[in-house]
């Protein structure tokens, strides 16, 4: 599965923004139809869209589109028509609270990639899950839902949602933020956590992400191309973690070959769930371009 550590928002009638946004090498880029878009610019962000798709070197970046919300009986028609055919690699769809939803984005994604003979199931989706409704509908959403590759969380629509004051701790939103990640990784999902709005706090931003990463999520929301960088390197294994990970990998083989399995390391205990962390992080590190030699 590929990167996705790093996941920007540009809006989606800025052609320069999404150009910035390519330029500084983030791993994925959501050019925007819905809330950064004005209702009144939304045609001219089809065009634009559909333009830098067919017109800009994305290089290894991933070229998403979020939709405008699916709701009954209106569906963002417009929004596929004007831009599916110059292949993006994803749609991100918001404010998702049923399989439906997802469901019905799949059949007509579906619809294009036969009719250009395109691989079907290549375009992927990820799902936001940003409301309350969506918090307790998630495993319909997960179990029925075949083409999703990752769910966001979407802390700041929640909010608004449900009546929530935000915080910093963030003591409000831990039970959604904890569910999403949970579901994800049940489902063999990646996660992708919520915003960070203090774009000029790069302390604060690190430190929201080291929580995400450690709660188990595999990458971040990102408002502004100077977000983008120190994301990346949060969710980056750094050389000694690799490192530290090869070492009890190694180990485990050692003793795997002479029949024992749980065994001890640096005075400490180690077992499958151990190992599993460590193999997690030499996923992360291949994820991110490293090679880690195992042999």
Partial sequence: MRARRALLFMPGDERRKIEKGVAVGVDSIIMDLEDGVALNAKDEARSVIAAALREIDFGRTEKLVRLNPIVRDIFPDADIAATVDAQPDGYVVPKVEAAWQIAQLSERLTESERRHNWIEGSIAVLAIIETALGVVNIREIVENSPRLVALI????????????????????????????????????????????????DTDGLMTDAETALHMGYTGKLAIHPAQVEPIQRVFTPTSEQVAAALRLIRAHDDHQATGRGAFALDGKMVDMPIIRAARAVIERARAAGIDPDLG
């Fill in 153 to 200: 969380f979407g802390a700041e629509d929640l909010a608004g949602d449900m009546g929530l004051t935000r915080t910093v701790g963030g003591a409000e939103i831990a039970y959604a933020r904890g569910t999403v990640v949970l579901h994800a990784k049940a489902f063999g999902l990646q996660a992708v956590d919520t915003v960070y709005l203090g774009f000029q």
